[in-house]
């Protein structure tokens, strides 16, 4: 198992950017899929984007690609989701998430597929 604590949310006006991290803690960390969801109010949980544990492999969802990067440093532990062009839509929990699955683009947008949670961090985009 995989311990996840995410950090870095906060109130941002649209078209400004923010950085989330997720500390990771746990010796198997480095062998998993870390992706990052939201969940707006009323919402269902969306996928956002996802990495592979050797960080050769990235998907995004179509509503953030070319303004979100995820990234991954494995010594530390730790992996971020730089967010730029920040529109309110985006307002939402953010949520870090691990799997031990072995890679494989399509299923990393599943919840399910995920057996590590962090707590989630509240991103507020103000228009």
């Known amino acids: 198992q995989v311990q996840l604590v995410e950090s870095g949310g906060g109130l941002v006006q649209a078209g400004g950017s923010l950085r989330l991290s997720c500390a990771a803690s746990?010796?198997?960390?480095?062998?998993?899929?870390m992706g990052w969801f939201r969940q707006a109010p009323g919402k269902e949980r969306e996928f956002v984007a996802a990495?592979?544990?050797?960080?050769?492999?990235?998907n995004y969802a179509d509503s953030v690609k070319g303004r979100f990067t995820i990234s991954r440093d494995t010594a530390k532990n730790t992996v971020s989701l730089q967010m730029n062009s920040l529109k309110p839509e985006d307002t939402a929990v953010y949520y870090c998430?691990?799997?031990?699955?072995?890679?494989?683009?399509?299923?990393?947008?599943?919840?399910?597929?995920?057996?590590?949670w962090g707590q989630g961090t509240q991103v507020t985009v103000s228009s």
């Open positions: 990495m592979s544990w050797s960080g050769g492999s990235t």
């Open positions: 746990g010796r198997t960390f480095s062998r998993n899929v």
């Open positions: 998430a691990a799997s031990s699955r072995p890679w494989i683009r399509s299923w990393t947008v599943l919840p399910n597929e995920y057996h590590s």
